[in-house]
């Protein structure tokens, strides 16, 4: 059974910093690509990033290029994404995703 549980969101102010993590289980973790996806409030989901099984090919969404990085471990079976130089428009629930799998995702507000 394909698990995905992310964390690491919270408030942080215009121009901070967050490092949100997953961890994912019961599949072969480094044989996939995966992603982050984020829903604002009162939006429909919004692919953010991707990274390739290896984590030697990184893809980002116009909105987030330059602030974002997406990285993993697989040998921790971890997936990262440190978000530099928030805005209030990152604000929503961020989830991690493999195939059709998504975890329960985690809350990121960018306000002063």
């Known amino acids: 059974q394909v698990q995905l549980v992310e964390s690491g969101g919270g408030l942080a102010e215009p121009g901070g910093s967050l490092r949100l993590s997953c961890v994912g289980s019961?599949?072969?973790?480094?044989?996939?690509?995966l992603q982050w996806v984020r829903q604002a409030p009162g939006k429909g989901l919004e692919w953010v990033s991707e990274?390739?099984?290896?984590?030697?090919?990184?893809r980002y969404s116009d909105d987030v290029k330059g602030r974002f990085t997406i990285s993993r471990d697989n040998a921790k079976f971890t997936l990262y994404l440190q978000m530099d130089n928030l805005v209030p428009e990152d604000t929503g629930v961020y989830y991690c995703?493999?195939?059709?799998?998504r975890g329960r995702g985690t809350q990121v507000r960018v306000s002063s």
């Open positions: 995703q493999q195939g059709e799998h």
């Open positions: 990274i390739n099984a290896r984590g030697t090919t990184t």
């Open positions: 019961g599949f072969f973790f480094g044989g996939y690509t």
